[in-house]
């Protein structure tokens, strides 16, 4: 039983994160919730108290009763403290919406690969400026449609989306896409029937790429939380926004997102294909900093495909390009890439080889140390990242040590950031720990109960 993740107010966000539970609370299946929670260790006693119910209504639960009284719903979600939308009941009116979102898109479909195929070739048409039928039908939500929108639009109307795709940014950076998804995805749904308004071209051309924007962090948020059908449709939204408005900068941004989502997904030959979209696009972008940041995610894929050659030309390049880039004047959805995302990117390529060099090790090391040294709270899931990294690293050249300061700083950042990306990226992590004794043993044991696996 691992206490740790059960504090005496309120069970560790990572818990609600994992598909499986965000698929049982959007059916509210409760027998399979609360068996979940029992795994990483809240008893009976615990779920009856934090949910107002009895110790035989728990009891009876776990034996297949459902609840399906809306009050009770909504005192279970607030006594566990996560948020309502996650079984439904945010709003009447919305249940079908939450059931439809967290319980189709959460599972790995049967034909992903088919949707990757579509996407790529989606994304390789806009590119390279194809035409393509979705040009008329902006305004349709991917969604659902939700309160009616004005019917004329200004700059004003143009600048609050802007802010509020800010806000949302820094809570995703912060706190992981679980924290604000599901607030994106309603201002997606809102915002994009703005396109039916009425408004002179260059607020309209700047409304594109606000909505560009917008789509972008949807999806972004959305591959966090494990929503990757969700994603995909709008990464393909942002990035025909981005083109039609021009903007190359944004569209190679969204090229690298799809890609970012691919190789997490381990179909690495098809994400290397979206980075090379991208940098296609970022090169006729002006943006030194979109280069730089393209090349550093082909080199990992390169690394990931064993052309070790190419991942050390991309490296070369994406240094060369950081280092001639404007960065105060970079558009505000690439200057996340500073000079710790350059470090831990290259650090994260070189562990991605299959048979490093002990010199790749060392180097990657140094690489993700100075990483997170330069990490401010304000981009929490970055640091779980290279904390994860950078203990395995640790441990494949024997400091056992390092490896383990470093993983448990990983897993109690974790807890705090509503991510499903985070939990999936410590499985190296816990496959090296579970074979060594003591702590390391410990460390695994912690990551399995995070990820709900025995």
């Given at each position: 039983?691992?206490?740790?993740?059960?504090?005496?107010?309120?069970?560790?966000?990572?818990?609600?994160?994992?598909?499986?539970?965000?698929?049982?609370?959007?059916?509210?299946?409760?027998?399979?919730?609360?068996?979940?929670?029992?795994?990483?260790?809240?008893?009976?006693?615990?779920?009856?108290?934090?949910?107002?119910?009895?110790?035989?209504?728990?009891?009876?639960?776990?034996?297949?009763?459902?609840?399906?009284?809306?009050?009770?719903?909504?005192?279970?979600?607030?006594?566990?403290?996560?948020?309502?939308?996650?079984?439904?009941?945010?709003?009447?009116?919305?249940?079908?919406?939450?059931?439809?979102?967290?319980?189709?898109?959460?599972?790995?479909?049967?034909?992903?690969?088919?949707?990757?195929?579509?996407?790529?070739?989606?994304?390789?048409?806009?590119?390279?400026?194809?035409?393509?039928?979705?040009?008329?039908?902006?305004?349709?939500?991917?969604?659902?449609?939700?309160?009616?929108?004005?019917?004329?639009?200004?700059?004003?109307?143009?600048?609050?989306?802007?802010?509020?795709?800010?806000?949302?940014?820094?809570?995703?950076?912060?706190?992981?896409?679980?924290?604000?998804?599901?607030?994106?995805?309603?201002?997606?749904?809102?915002?994009?029937?703005?396109?039916?308004?009425?408004?002179?071209?260059?607020?309209?051309?700047?409304?594109?790429?606000?909505?560009?924007?917008?789509?972008?962090?949807?999806?972004?948020?959305?591959?966090?939380?494990?929503?990757?059908?969700?994603?995909?449709?709008?990464?393909?939204?942002?990035?025909?926004?981005?083109?039609?408005?021009?903007?190359?900068?944004?569209?190679?941004?969204?090229?690298?997102?799809?890609?970012?989502?691919?190789?997490?997904?381990?179909?690495?030959?098809?994400?290397?294909?979206?980075?090379?979209?991208?940098?296609?696009?970022?090169?006729?972008?002006?943006?030194?900093?979109?280069?730089?940041?393209?090349?550093?995610?082909?080199?990992?894929?390169?690394?990931?495909?064993?052309?070790?050659?190419?991942?050390?030309?991309?490296?070369?390049?994406?240094?060369?390009?950081?280092?001639?880039?404007?960065?105060?004047?970079?558009?505000?959805?690439?200057?996340?890439?500073?000079?710790?995302?350059?470090?831990?990117?290259?650090?994260?390529?070189?562990?991605?080889?299959?048979?490093?060099?002990?010199?790749?090790?060392?180097?990657?090391?140094?690489?993700?140390?100075?990483?997170?040294?330069?990490?401010?709270?304000?981009?929490?899931?970055?640091?779980?990242?290279?904390?994860?990294?950078?203990?395995?690293?640790?441990?494949?050249?024997?400091?056992?040590?390092?490896?383990?300061?470093?993983?448990?700083?990983?897993?109690?950042?974790?807890?705090?950031?509503?991510?499903?990306?985070?939990?999936?990226?410590?499985?190296?992590?816990?496959?090296?720990?579970?074979?060594q004794e003591g702590d390391l043993q410990d460390l695994a044991n912690e990551i399995s109960t995070m990820r709900g696996t025995p």
């Amino acid at each position: 039983m691992n206490t740790d993740l059960v504090s005496t107010d309120a069970v560790a966000p990572t818990v609600w994160e994992h598909r499986e539970m965000r698929q049982a609370l959007a059916s509210r299946d409760l027998k399979t919730v609360y068996e979940r929670l029992q795994r990483v260790g809240v008893s009976q006693r615990r779920i009856a108290r934090l949910t107002g119910q009895t110790a035989s209504e728990v009891y009876e639960v776990l034996k297949g009763r459902r609840i399906m009284a809306h009050e009770v719903l909504v005192r279970i979600a607030d006594g566990f403290g996560i948020p309502r939308g996650y079984m439904g009941v945010a709003y009447d009116e919305s249940t079908e919406i939450a059931l439809d979102l967290a319980s189709a898109t959460c599972s790995t479909h049967a034909n992903e690969r088919e949707e990757v195929r579509s996407l790529l070739s989606h994304a390789a048409n806009v590119t390279m400026g194809t035409a393509t039928d979705e040009v008329t039908r902006w305004w349709q939500p991917i969604d659902r449609q939700v309160a009616p929108a004005p019917t004329r639009v200004g700059t004003w109307d143009v600048a609050q989306i802007e802010a509020l795709t800010a806000a949302m940014r820094v809570l995703d950076y912060r706190h992981g896409g679980g924290a604000c998804r599901d607030a994106v995805a309603a201002q997606v749904r809102w915002a994009q029937q703005l396109l039916n308004a009425a408004c002179d071209d260059q607020t309209r051309s700047r409304l594109h790429l606000a909505l560009a924007d917008l789509h972008n962090l949807a999806g972004w948020t959305s591959f966090d939380v494990g929503m990757y059908s969700v994603a995909r449709k709008h990464f393909a939204r942002a990035h025909e926004q981005a083109k039609h408005a021009a903007d190359n900068s944004l569209a190679a941004n969204v090229l690298y997102r799809m890609g970012r989502l691919h190789l997490h997904r381990g179909m690495h030959r098809e994400a290397l294909r979206f980075f090379q979209l991208g940098q296609i696009t970022a090169q006729d972008s002006g943006s030194g900093l979109t280069v730089a940041m393209l090349c550093a995610n082909e080199a990992w894929a390169y690394a990931l495909l064993g052309d070790s050659q190419q991942m050390q030309r991309s490296i070369s390049r994406a240094r060369d390009e950081f280092a001639r880039a404007d960065h105060e004047n970079a558009p505000v959805w690439v200057r996340f890439f500073g000079e710790a995302d350059l470090y831990a990117s290259i650090g994260v390529t070189l562990s991605a080889l299959s048979k490093p060099r002990e010199a790749d090790l060392e180097e990657g090391i140094a690489l993700l140390q100075t990483a997170v040294a330069l990490r401010g709270s304000s981009m929490a899931r970055s640091r779980i990242f290279e904390l994860t990294t950078l203990a395995v690293m640790c441990l494949r050249i024997g400091e056992r040590d390092g490896g383990l300061h470093a993983g448990r700083q990983a897993v109690a950042n974790a807890k705090s950031v509503r991510s499903v990306r985070t939990i999936d990226r410590m499985e190296p992590l816990r496959s090296l720990a579970a074979l060594q004794e003591g702590d390391l043993q410990d460390l695994a044991n912690e990551i399995s109960t995070m990820r709900g696996t025995p």
